[in-house]
């Protein structure tokens, strides 16, 4: 497809499970990142990739958060030991360059659900 | 601390009744500021970029203006589907994106 994609849309998981989410972006975008969106609430920037360069983790809220992207392509999002405060919808998004336009593209997200 | 804040947090208006939504903000050294649009259950659609105070920028029934501390979406004579949650970022002097909470905009027939 032409946009960014995102897998589970849905996930509903048990509190203290690992949980995966998926992106695959916009083919040729170098740039990557991750955002939660909590119910009412602006995005909450979590981790940026850019090309080969070293990824910007710097709103990781915990070491139960970790990302991944392979090369420019496809990058995973994983949470450790699931709590309830991590509910909230996961959104990917990708763009051409770097935030200079702040023209990012963004997938439909991930909505999380921990019991 | 950079923040940026939205206003009124929702508005209803009349198919045809125009109006404006307001994002204000306080960053160190603005390099940019943009509007989305995200319908329930997307992600949020790319709208403008502004990058100075004066410049202004106009899609469709929407123009969005920018000031040294704000910035405005007017939106025109609105159709019910421009219903929708209206987001402003805005990209400080480190390349932080910051986000404000948006505008939630329902547009009655």
């Known amino acids: 497809g032409a946009g960014v994609s995102q897998s589970p849309s849905n996930k509903v998981t048990e509190k203290g499970k690992d949980v995966e989410l998926r992106c695959d972006p916009i083919?040729?975008?170098?740039?990557l990142y991750w955002y939660r969106q909590r119910l009412g609430q602006g995005l909450e920037f979590l981790i940026y990739?850019?090309?080969?360069?070293?990824?910007?983790k710097s709103g990781l809220p915990s070491d139960r958060f970790s990302a991944e992207r392979t090369g420019e392509s496809v990058s995973t999002l994983t949470i450790q030991r699931t709590q309830q405060e991590d509910s909230a919808v996961y959104l990917c998004?990708?763009?051409?360059?770097?935030?200079?336009?702040?023209?990012?593209?963004f997938g439909e997200g991930s909505r999380l659900t921990v019991l | 601390e950079d923040q940026v804040t939205q206003s009124p947090e929702a508005l209803r208006l009349q198919e045809g009744e125009s109006s404006s939504l307001n994002c204000s903000y306080t960053v160190s050294g603005l390099r940019g500021l943009f509007w989305y649009r995200q319908d329930p259950g997307k992600g949020p659609e790319f709208l403008f970029t502004?990058?100075?105070?004066?410049e202004e920028k106009e899609k469709e029934r929407l123009k969005a203006t920018l000031t040294k501390k704000e910035s405005f979406l007017h939106i025109t004579a609105p159709k019910p589907e421009d219903s929708a949650t209206y987001l402003c970022?805005?990209?400080?002097?480190?390349?932080?994106?910051?986000w404000g909470a948006g505008t939630k905009l329902i547009i009655k027939p």
């Open positions: 990739f850019q090309g080969n360069s070293a990824p910007d």
């Open positions: 083919s040729g975008h170098t740039a």
């Open positions: 998004a990708s763009s051409l360059t770097g935030l200079n336009t702040g023209e990012l593209f």
């Open positions: 502004l990058y100075s105070a004066g």
């Open positions: 970022a805005v990209l400080d002097s480190n390349y932080q994106l910051i």
